[in-house]
């Protein structure tokens, strides 16, 4: 049964804070997506990583990092985190097909106080 | 440029009822189209996917056709039932642009007995 697992599922921080949110896949993956999910937005896409150690902004990567250090392992950083940034996030990873859906994982809800 | 325009909802439909969420795309070319499913408390899962013109995705009784002359994806269910509770989204992949999902804004699905 494949797999995408997030750290957390809830987390509550405080402003300015460091923040790391993980996700590991077991899939074998080489694709691999932070979104952050808002009522009334959809799904916005964070940041997105087509290989190890490689990343590409998506729609809304002000505020935010990323690090793929390793194929299964895909990390969002909030450097100093804001309470703009309370959202649910959500990790997915896909192979390279165009035709291969993307697999979620059961994101996680930060509260940033 | 690609992207996807879902119903508003949200909808609320007695048990047994005929359902159908409206979707249509815009894109170059003909991308793969799928319909994700988000349970509360959930991250997405997919429902179903079609990869090509007239192509019919299908799963736990749900149906959408690919359709490129009025660039749809209708998803439609005969019968709902109160487990069908959720929000939906309606996503196609960008050809280019490295495996992107571009997603709908959701509609909440509400199923009451």
């Known amino acids: 049964d494949v797999k995408v697992t997030q750290s957390s599922r809830y987390l509550v921080k405080r402003t300015g804070e460091k923040v790391f949110l993980e996700c590991v896949q077991d899939m074998d993956h080489e694709n691999m997506f932070w979104y952050r999910q808002d009522p009334g937005l959809g799904l916005r896409l964070i940041y997105f990583?087509?290989?190890?150690?490689?990343?590409e902004k998506g729609d809304i990567p002000e505020g935010y990092s990323v690090s793929r250090e390793k194929k299964e392992r895909f990390s969002l950083i909030l450097e100093s985190a804001s309470t703009n940034q309370t959202s649910m996030y959500l990790c997915a990873s896909k192979a390279t097909s165009q035709y291969n859906e993307q697999f979620f994982g059961p994101g996680t809800r930060l509260t940033v106080l | 440029g690609n992207s996807v325009t879902q119903m508003e909802g949200p909808v609320t439909l007695s048990e047994e009822a005929f359902l159908t969420i409206n979707c249509t795309y815009t894109?170059?070319?003909?991308?793969?189209l799928f319909w994700y499913v988000q349970y509360p408390g959930e991250g997405l899962q997919l429902l179903l996917k079609?990869?090509?013109?007239?192509d019919k995705g299908s799963n736990k009784g749900f149906e959408a056709t690919y359709r490129k002359e009025t660039t749809s994806f209708h998803l439609e269910k005969g019968s709902v039932q109160v487990s069908d509770s959720a929000v939906y989204f309606c996503a196609q992949v960008k050809i280019q642009g490295a495996q992107k999902l571009v997603f709908g804004q959701g509609t909440r699905l509400t199923i009451n007995p």
């Open positions: 894109a170059t070319g003909y991308p793969s």
């Open positions: 079609a990869t090509k013109a007239d």
């Open positions: 990583s087509y290989d190890v150690k490689m990343k």
